[in-house]
């Protein structure tokens, strides 16, 4: 497996199906004599910002967490353990919901499209 | 039985959304000024689209990704970033020139003006895709789309040449008005070759569960449906040849001089069946456009998406088109002529058109996402003649908007 052409991109869903993002960052180990080691996968707007380069990534960093608070100050990380089935998409073996990747959606739910009649 | 239903069915829906703003301006202007010359045009632009959304429904059918996936996941995010940006661009500029075709549609109707159409259009549009299906806005609004079939009946019975009707499928040079013939040339293949359509389509495939079994019913559809489709684009010229060009209404640069295109051929009926023509078709596409915006973004990102989910359980995307829909409502709210705005975004796409053309050479030739089903010798073929003449249209587009635009 090659991991930018397989994995890096790829559609990310968690343990139930659920449409979580786009993997936008791996996370590599350096280990002193050894190959370096897949650890995590990011997924989430400073991860993106950061691959245009660190200016963006330092500014998106900024805005994520007057948006939304400490908990969205550094990009989401998930151990590359959680990674469960790398096919069409990437399942990982987490509840988004328990996680804060789709904070910024549930609050457009909860307060803007949750509000309209018919959502 | 079932295969065939799903065809007609197909070809129908194609047929039926075929037509908008784009398409019937541009097919009029050039009807108008030009005669049968640039036929030509239109059949190039339709032999474009049909090998382009040929290759989108299969690639989705086979890969099972849209073309907005595809894009992101084999270019990598920053590469994206530009046929996303393009993309969303144009398509806010042709959304808004699409409100503006059906506001005029209600202004012709009731004298009441355009500007006042604007915003209840789009709350209308916005409400179809709040609340309804895919299948209803792909299959109910390109049944209605149907109507449009009445330049076709019209272009017959006015009994054109035919002999000068096939001439003009071949292109020839200008006798007056070069820059503008070029200019018309233009806009006429950025209204055919939108790269909505077959972005839309790669994702009505994903939204339909199309696989493998699905290959032949797509060749079908895109042949088909697209050929029937310019052919409707082929009547709207041929009956402005015929009403406006040949009765000395050579510039067509005001809507109000369109509905008497229809009236010789049908009396007070043909001004009825115009409206409707205009309303329908343009409507269709405002869904389908504001649609395809929050497809785009959707899959570009990798949020939840389907138009048959509650808005409550992809808000990030119902959140997209709701604020794309309203925002493209504003120019014409606040009185910008919609037909200069259409013969402006028409040109802008052809210039896009290598952005999002390109990737096709490399998407349609991935044996890791097509397998078998790679392109072969006449579908790249195709796809190399259509990015070279892409980068054309994006050389020339925008010289010739200065010197050949209205």
Not at chain 1, 102 to 107: F, K, N, V, Y
Not at chain 2, 12 to 20: A, D, K, N, P, Q
Not at chain 2, 165 to 172: F, I, L, Y
Request: hydrophobic share 55%.
């Amino acid at each position: 497996m090659r991991m930018i052409r397989d994995v890096l991109d790829k559609q990310v869903v968690d343990r139930n199906q659920v449409k979580i993002g786009k993997i936008d960052g791996i996370v590599a180990q350096l280990r002193r004599g050894r190959p370096p080691r897949v650890a995590a996968v990011e997924i989430g707007s400073i991860a993106l910002a950061r691959r245009l380069g660190p200016l963006p990534g330092r500014w998106m960093a900024i805005v994520a967490a007057k948006l939304g608070g400490e908990r969205h100050a550094k990009p989401h990380r998930v151990a590359w353990s959680k990674v469960r089935d790398i096919g069409l998409d990437i399942e990982l073996d987490i509840d988004v919901h328990k996680t804060a990747i789709c904070d910024w959606q549930d609050w457009l739910r909860d307060h803007i499209v949750g509000k309209i009649p018919g959502a | 039985m079932k295969k065939l239903l799903e065809i007609s069915l197909g070809v129908v829906t194609s047929v039926g959304g075929f037509l908008e703003v784009g398409s019937l301006a541009t097919a009029a202007q050039a009807g108008a000024l030009f005669d049968f010359q640039l036929i030509w045009a239109i059949l190039l632009g339709t032999i474009c689209i049909i090998f382009l959304v040929e290759m989108a429904g299969r690639f989705a059918a086979v890969s099972k990704h849209t073309i907005a996936d595809g894009l992101r996941e084999r270019f990598g995010f920053n590469a994206f970033l530009w046929p996303l940006v393009t993309t969303l661009l144009v398509n806010f500029l042709v959304l808004s020139a699409e409100i503006g075709g059906v506001s005029i549609a209600g202004e012709l109707a009731t004298g009441i003006g355009f500007q006042w159409w604007a915003l209840p259009v789009a709350l209308v549009a916005w409400l179809l895709l709040w609340k309804g299906t895919f299948g209803l806005i792909e299959k109910g609004v390109s049944l209605l789309g149907l109507v449009t079939l009445c330049f076709v009946v019209a272009a017959v019975i006015l009994r054109p040449d035919w002999t000068r009707v096939a001439v003009s499928s071949m292109p020839s040079l200008p006798h007056h008005d070069t820059a503008t013939y070029w200019f018309m040339a233009v806009s006429i293949l950025g209204a055919s070759v939108s790269p909505y359509l077959f972005m839309f389509y790669s994702a009505g495939a994903i939204e339909d569960k199309w696989d493998k079994s699905y290959l032949g019913i797509n060749r079908a559809i895109a042949g088909l449906g697209m050929s029937f489709g310019g052919t409707i684009s082929i009547g709207v010229l041929i009956v402005a040849a015929l009403v406006l060009g040949a009765n000395g209404i050579t510039q067509v640069d005001d809507y109000h001089q369109l509905p008497l295109m229809l009236t010789p051929v049908f009396g007070f009926w043909g001004f009825v069946l115009f409206v409707a023509s205009l309303g329908i078709a343009c409507f269709g596409a405002t869904v389908e456009i504001a649609l395809q915006q929050a497809y785009l973004v959707a899959q570009g990102f990798g949020w939840n998406w389907g138009e048959d989910l509650k808005p409550r359980d992809d808000p990030g995307f119902a959140m997209v088109y709701t604020v794309t829909i309203l925002a493209a409502a504003i120019p014409i709210a606040l009185g910008l002529d919609p037909l200069k705005l259409t013969i402006f975004s028409m040109a802008l796409t052809a210039a896009s058109l290598p952005l999002t053309v390109v990737p096709f050479l490399f998407l349609l030739n991935d044996e890791s996402y097509m397998g078998q089903n790679r392109n072969g010798v006449i579908s790249n073929a195709a796809v190399l003649l259509i990015i070279a003449l892409g980068f054309v249209l994006a050389v020339v587009a925008i010289p010739l908007q200065i010197f050949g635009g209205s």
